[in-house]
């Protein structure tokens, strides 16, 4: 059943009380027996049709049904969910009317479609919102009513081994979409790329859900990609003065914070997943370094001062 074909269906059923099963094969240009197919396609979509038998029977659109046609497969309805729930996700201007957009969709579908785009619940981790275009709609689903129902999840992960766990959340995170999950064989949190994985058999056994730490899935998602098991920070904080001005420093600061402390002078403070990758974080504004803390950071200005030396090589290439 074309969709083409679907929508004229449905917009001849709705301009006409009733019609019979040869005039609407007519107009559709099909057989009298497609044209009983695709009306038992539309009442499995949801949609109720009457059908009286006879000389003189037909096909009536029920009171009720008569709204625009919105007719999707399962990988529309994952990209349309997908595509509204990221613009109310990302903090702009149209946040609310993509709320009100997906309300009103939700309303137009048939009871059967409009269960399956509920199923896709996601949240945006800090990094920014979604940009991946591989994903599979029918893995996207298949995880989101996994999260839903307390599933777990057996699937291969990209050429690695086979993993079973226990899904949690589906996370949007730069430009990515991510699961976190509780892997029994790790006893630990994990996350997963979906477009990555290859679902096998389910449903999986009964789980019960776990206190996710924070109790935020976005916040210790954001924060496992920077190192931290205790929400979104960073796990080593430092600062240090720069002898820079601080109009030049801080379109390059990122998530850190940058404060003038005199002309040609600004202390700058940031986070990284280590001491020694916080120090080279402040070595890439090219200036000189003041007055580094806490301790931790001076000690790894001392790491990476030695490094640079060995990196440097014989004196015959300088």
């Not at 709204?67 to 109310?88: K, Y």
């Not at 477009?195 to 449903?203: A, F, I, K, S």
Request: hydrophobic share 45%.
């Amino acid at each position: 059943m074309t969709t083409s074909r679907t929508l004229l269906l449905l917009s001849l059923l709705q301009a006409r009380r009733e019609w019979s099963g040869h005039a609407l094969a007519e107009r559709l240009a099909v057989s009298e027996r497609t044209v009983r197919r695709d009306v038992d396609r539309l009442r499995q979509l949801g949609y109720h049709i009457h059908a009286t038998r006879g000389p003189d029977g037909g096909y009536r659109l029920e009171a009720g049904s008569e709204l625009p046609p919105l007719m999707f497969d399962e990988e529309q309805i994952v990209a349309l969910a997908l595509a509204l729930r990221t613009v109310s996700l990302a903090d702009t201007k149209l946040d609310a009317a993509a709320e009100r957009a997906l309300s009103t969709v939700r309303q137009l579908m048939p009871a059967r479609l409009r269960r399956r785009m509920d199923s896709v619940e996601v949240v945006r981790a800090p990094a920014g919102a979604p940009t991946n275009g591989r994903l599979d709609a029918a893995t996207f689903l298949a995880v989101g009513a996994a999260i839903r129902e307390l599933e777990t999840l057996r699937f291969d992960y990209g050429a690695g081994a086979t993993r079973v766990v226990e899904p949690h959340g589906l996370v949007a995170h730069a430009g990515r979409w991510y699961l976190l999950a509780w892997s029994p064989a790790a006893a630990d949190w994990r996350t997963y790329r979906v477009d990555r994985m290859t679902l096998r058999d389910r449903p999986g056994t009964h789980f019960h859900r776990r206190a996710v730490p924070g109790g935020d899935v976005a916040s210790f998602v954001a924060g496992m990609f920077k190192g931290s098991r205790s929400g979104d920070r960073w796990p080593c904080r430092g600062s240090a003065v720069l002898l820079a001005e601080a109009e030049a420093v801080a379109p390059f600061v990122e998530d850190g914070s940058v404060e003038a402390i005199g002309a040609g002078r600004c202390r700058v403070t940031l986070g990284s997943w280590s001491w020694v990758g916080l120090a080279a974080g402040l070595l890439r504004f090219d200036a000189e370094l003041e007055m580094a803390s806490p301790v931790e950071l001076r000690r790894a200005f001392a790491r990476v001062a030695g490094r640079a030396v060995g990196a440097r090589g014989s004196s015959a290439l300088l």
